[in-house]
């Protein structure tokens, strides 16, 4: 049988299945604890962050110097403020339709984790039919629901008792078909969210709970939801990011928010890039504020937390 | 804990604190507990031992009705836990009135529990506050006196995460007393701790003990249970084997099955 010695004098067979571990094939100089260790090096990274670097730099000249893209005449209409007013609406669109659809989702993953069957049934039928319809084609139904429904109107049902009765279309003006066709589409997301964090906190915490005699309800609002909402965060950042993103969908029924105004601008300017670079920059500025608001809200509910 | 104070365990003898009657459990086809019968008095330290899968545990549960069950009857100072009588037949109570009538039974669980997202103090205060509505001074300041029984004055602001397991197991101990229980339940109290954090959790149980405490502790133990249990109950598969003062179920075992078993784990 062969064998070999090891790091520390020691005789290995080689059939020990240590055989594989590197040797030292060379006498060492220097004591073994006094041995330097290098890390390895790899090349690659670099040499693809130089491509990209220099890729990047390539392109922003080009943009810069691009006789088609008037920079200056650009800045003039960020500060317009038909621009703003639109900017406004769509900030307004994204916090109430998120405000809204995180109620609104709330109530849904409840009944979807609920014991009642048909809470449950109704609470899929749901999700699946607010999440399989495109958002446009909710935002155009919404912007014409006048056409479906034409009084909204209280009174006792199959009964001719009306208490009062109000015209839909009057009711239910551009910015309000927006949040309904945005807040309803955002809450099926935003249930399914809510339950994968509601679902996330262990079992033992409900126990604990229930044994100190809390209510369901209270164990929901001050036990489950505190430690779901952590895990939820990420998630929901994210359907915030898109939805701000989203609100540009509203244009269709003049929804009067940042894309609405920019290219009704460009309609009469027939600066089409410059304005589409305006919504770029107030888009690129408002979700990195969103993205900066999350980064602390994360760390502000990571009370506790180890990782 | 003062010595000074005067044991109940000779007080009130006339009904027992905690009654089971016949009771039985199953899980899918396996039946947990096949009819046990567990009478405790005030002031008296039962502690569970048997082999895992014996029912030890699921009988404490069912205790507080963590576990609902399927015959038999649990009474707790005379009451019905978990279910009213209608005649001949128990129904089970809404969650509302379960949890009413379990605020007076503290549970320390194996794994602790302790609300991750509250600092020690606030897991204390949490239930007096919210449950019991005691003022908030009131409640933060016997907090402070149970942390302080627990040797953990000075982690009141920690989060569980920054502790030890020993010293959330404490705090978890200290939460439960929050709630002025009249019977703690203990399920495998030490069993999630490392080896050398197990005395500090065992003292304070003993210090509990000592003030007159009803405990229910199921655990492996063995050296505790002799030493602070008037009651050792024994069970396996389901039942209970064997019941008696420690010496005599620990130190000379009548059942052969309890004797396997102290046994293999002595």
């Given at each position: 049988?062969?064998?070999?010695?090891?790091?520390?004098?020691?005789?290995?067979?080689?059939?020990?299945?240590?055989?594989?571990?590197?040797?030292?094939?060379?006498?060492?100089?220097?004591?073994?604890?006094?041995?330097?260790?290098?890390?390895?090096?790899?090349?690659?990274?670099?040499?693809?962050?130089?491509?990209?670097?220099?890729?990047?730099?390539?392109?922003?000249?080009?943009?810069?110097?691009?006789?088609?893209?008037?920079?200056?005449?650009?800045?003039?209409?960020?500060?317009?403020?038909?621009?703003?007013?639109?900017?406004?609406?769509?900030?307004?669109?994204?916090?109430?339709?998120?405000?809204?659809?995180?109620?609104?989702?709330?109530?849904?993953?409840?009944?979807?984790?609920?014991?009642?069957?048909?809470?449950?049934?109704?609470?899929?039928?749901?999700?699946?039919?607010?999440?399989?319809?495109?958002?446009?084609?909710?935002?155009?139904?919404?912007?014409?629901?006048?056409?479906?429904?034409?009084?909204?109107?209280?009174?006792?049902?199959?009964?001719?008792?009306?208490?009062?009765?109000?015209?839909?279309?009057?009711?239910?003006?551009?910015?309000?078909?927006?949040?309904?066709?945005?807040?309803?589409?955002?809450?099926?997301?935003?249930?399914?969210?809510?339950?994968?964090?509601?679902?996330?906190?262990?079992a033992g915490?409900l126990e604990a709970a229930s044994a100190l005699g809390?209510?369901?309800?209270?164990?929901?609002?001050?036990?489950?939801?505190?430690?779901?909402?952590?895990?939820?965060?990420?998630?929901?950042?994210?359907?915030?990011?898109?939805?701000?993103?989203?609100?540009?969908?509203?244009?269709?029924?003049?929804?009067?928010?940042?894309?609405?105004?920019?290219?009704?601008?460009?309609?009469?300017?027939?600066?089409?890039?410059?304005?589409?670079?305006?919504?770029?920059?107030?888009?690129?500025?408002?979700?990195?504020?969103?993205?900066?608001?999350?980064?602390?809200?994360?760390?502000?509910?990571?009370?506790?937390?180890?990782? | 804990?003062?010595?000074?104070?005067?044991?109940?365990?000779?007080?009130?003898?006339?009904?027992?604190?905690v009654e089971a009657i016949g009771v039985r459990k199953r899980f899918g086809h396996h039946e947990v507990l096949r009819g046990v019968?567990l009478?405790?008095?005030?002031?008296?330290?039962?502690?569970l031992?048997g082999?895992s899968g014996s029912g030890k545990t699921t009988l404490l549960r069912t205790l507080n009705h963590l576990e609902t069950i399927e015959h038999g009857m649990i009474r707790i100072?005379?009451?019905l836990i978990g279910y009213?009588?209608?005649?001949?037949?128990l129904h089970e109570l809404?969650p509302?009135?379960v949890c009413?009538r379990r605020?007076?039974i503290g549970v320390v669980f194996q794994h602790?529990n302790?609300?991750?997202?509250?600092?020690?103090?606030?897991?204390?205060?949490?239930?007096?506050?919210?449950?019991?509505?005691?003022?908030?001074?009131?409640?933060?300041?016997?907090?402070?006196?149970?942390?302080?029984?627990?040797?953990?004055?000075?982690?009141?602001?920690?989060?569980?995460?920054?502790?030890?397991?020993?010293?959330?197991?404490?705090?978890?101990?200290?939460?439960?007393?929050?709630?002025?229980?009249?019977l703690?339940l203990f399920d495998e109290?030490?069993?999630?701790?490392?080896?050398?954090?197990?005395?500090?959790?065992?003292?304070?149980?003993?210090?509990?003990?000592?003030?007159?405490?009803?405990?229910i502790?199921v655990?492996?133990?063995?050296?505790?249970?002799?030493?602070?249990?008037?009651?050792?109950?024994?069970m396996?598969?389901g039942v209970i084997?064997?019941?008696?003062?420690?010496?005599?179920?620990?130190?000379?075992?009548?059942?052969?099955?309890?004797?396997?078993?102290?046994?293999?784990?002595?």
């Amino acid at each position: 049988m062969s064998a070999r010695r090891g790091a520390e004098g020691v005789l290995i067979p080689e059939d020990s299945g240590i055989s594989t571990l590197p040797r030292l094939d060379m006498p060492l100089s220097v004591p073994p604890a006094d041995l330097t260790v290098v890390r390895r090096r790899a090349p690659w990274p670099w040499v693809l962050a130089a491509v990209a670097v220099a890729a990047l730099g390539a392109f922003l000249y080009g943009m810069a110097t691009n006789p088609a893209l008037d920079w200056s005449e650009t800045a003039t209409y960020l500060f317009r403020p038909e621009v703003l007013k639109g900017l406004w609406v769509t900030i307004q669109l994204s916090v109430i339709s998120t405000a809204a659809g995180i109620i609104i989702g709330l109530v849904i993953a409840l009944w979807r984790m609920s014991t009642n069957r048909v809470l449950k049934t109704l609470a899929l039928v749901y999700i699946a039919l607010f999440r399989s319809v495109p958002v446009l084609v909710q935002l155009l139904i919404w912007g014409n629901i006048g056409l479906i429904i034409r009084n909204v109107s209280l009174g006792i049902p199959f009964t001719d008792i009306r208490f009062f009765s109000i015209p839909t279309n009057e009711l239910v003006g551009p910015f309000t078909a927006a949040v309904l066709g945005l807040a309803l589409a955002e809450s099926a997301y935003i249930a399914e969210v809510i339950r994968a964090g509601i679902l996330s906190v262990d079992a033992g915490q409900l126990e604990a709970a229930s044994a100190l005699g809390m209510t369901r309800g209270r164990t929901m609002r001050r036990i489950v939801l505190p430690q779901a909402l952590r895990v939820m965060i990420p998630p929901l950042g994210n359907q915030f990011v898109t939805l701000i993103k989203g609100t540009s969908l509203v244009s269709v029924i003049a929804g009067g928010d940042l894309l609405t105004q920019v290219v009704n601008i460009s309609a009469t300017s027939y600066r089409v890039i410059e304005m589409l670079t305006v919504a770029v920059f107030w888009y690129l500025i408002i979700v990195s504020l969103a993205t900066i608001g999350q980064y602390f809200l994360e760390r502000r509910l990571s009370r506790g937390v180890k990782r | 804990m003062n010595a000074t104070t005067i044991s109940p365990r000779t007080a009130s003898t006339e009904t027992p604190l905690v009654e089971a009657i016949g009771v039985r459990k199953r899980f899918g086809h396996h039946e947990v507990l096949r009819g046990v019968d567990l009478t405790v008095r005030r002031g008296e330290v039962v502690c569970l031992i048997g082999p895992s899968g014996s029912g030890k545990t699921t009988l404490l549960r069912t205790l507080n009705h963590l576990e609902t069950i399927e015959h038999g009857m649990i009474r707790i100072d005379g009451r019905l836990i978990g279910y009213r009588q209608e005649r001949d037949r128990l129904h089970e109570l809404a969650p509302r009135e379960v949890c009413r009538r379990r605020e007076r039974i503290g549970v320390v669980f194996q794994h602790f529990n302790l609300f991750p997202h509250m600092t020690a103090l606030q897991n204390i205060i949490e239930a007096p506050v919210g449950v019991r509505r005691m003022p908030r001074k009131d409640a933060l300041e016997e907090a402070r006196r149970l942390l302080e029984r627990v040797g953990l004055a000075d982690k009141a602001g920690s989060y569980p995460s920054q502790l030890s397991g020993g010293q959330q197991q404490r705090v978890a101990i200290a939460r439960a007393l929050a709630m002025h229980p009249d019977l703690m339940l203990f399920d495998e109290p030490t069993s999630a701790l490392d080896p050398e954090l197990v005395g500090e959790v065992l003292a304070v149980m003993r210090d509990l003990a000592d003030s007159g405490m009803t405990m229910i502790v199921v655990t492996h133990e063995i050296a505790f249970a002799q030493q602070v249990a008037d009651r050792v109950v024994f069970m396996a598969d389901g039942v209970i084997v064997e019941s008696g003062p420690p010496e005599q179920v620990i130190g000379n075992p009548q059942n052969q099955r309890t004797r396997e078993f102290l046994q293999a784990v002595l």
